[in-house]
T-cell receptor, first 114, second 114 residues
Framework: GAGVSQTPSNKVTEKGKYVELRCDPISGHTALYWYRQSLGQGPEFLIYFQGTGAADDSGLPNDRFFAVRPEGSVSTLKIQRTERGDSAVYLC????????????FGQGTRLTVV | KQEVTQIPAALSVPEGENLVLNCSFTDSAIYNLQWFRQDPGKGLTSLLLIQSSQREQTSGRLNASLDKSSGRSTLYIAASQPGDSATYLCAVRPVTGGGNKLTFGTGTQLKVEL
């Protein structure tokens, strides 16, 4: 596609449930990033992939969060046993490589845990 | 740990006014700095990217400057228009650590009034 696509755009789930958020990067972009943006804050880094492997997952808050990118394209962010504090906008970005190139962001998935 | 601060947090100006948004960062070891625009409920749109070796970048009515040694960047918007109303975020990429892992400020919320 022309840009980074994220689905769903909105997700409401009950506390304790499992959710998956999907990111489809720009075609040909080998690097993919996940960020989380809480209300009134700037985005915070979660994890990034170079190809299929997670090159840096230091931003994942705890082991309830996990992300995969099995074929080096689409990525899925998985959250187990969701908590109300997980409510935020989850942003995905991609870049041509992890070298000095510009990151392009998707529109985000707004997750609300009730 | 890199910290990025943006001042002011919010700004309201009449249409046609020239304005300056400020961004400061604590660690001058950056690879580049990027300015983004975020509309309510939307993702991030990249406006300008300045490499660490550059002093400024221009795109239309926007001009971004970078003073790496003092840890400051400014985004200058000329002849502001109501369509410029949005939140403006700056983000820095570190020299070390690899990847396009960005640290964001909390943003300046701009409103341009008719």
């Amino acid at each position: 596609g022309a840009g980074v696509s994220q689905t769903p755009s909105n997700k409401v789930t009950e506390k304790g449930k499992y959710v998956e958020l999907r990111c489809d990067p720009i075609s040909g972009h080998t690097a993919l990033y996940w960020y989380r943006q809480s209300l009134g804050q700037g985005p915070e880094f979660l994890i990034y992939f170079q190809g299929t492997g997670a090159a840096d997952d230091s931003g994942l808050p705890n082991d309830r969060f996990f992300a995969v990118r099995p074929e080096g394209s689409v990525s899925t962010l998985k959250i187990q046993r969701t908590e109300r504090g997980d409510s935020a906008v989850y942003l995905c970005a991609s870049s041509l490589s992890t070298a000095n190139t510009e990151a392009f962001f998707g529109q985000g998935t707004r997750l609300t845990v009730v | 740990k890199q910290e990025v601060t943006q001042i002011p947090a919010a700004l309201s100006v009449p249409e046609g006014e020239n304005l300056v948004l400020n961004c400061s960062f604590t660690d001058s070891a950056i690879y580049n700095l990027q300015w983004f625009r975020q509309d309510p409920g939307k993702g991030l749109t990249s406006l300008l990217l300045i490499q660490s070796s550059q002093r400024e970048q221009t795109s239309g009515r926007l001009n971004a400057s970078l003073d790496k040694s003092s840890g400051r960047s400014t985004l200058y918007i000329a002849a502001s228009q109501p369509g410029d109303s949005a939140t403006y975020l700056c983000a820095v990429r570190p020299v070390t650590g690899g990847g396009n892992k960005l640290t964001f400020g909390t943003g300046t919320q701009l409103k341009v009034e008719l």
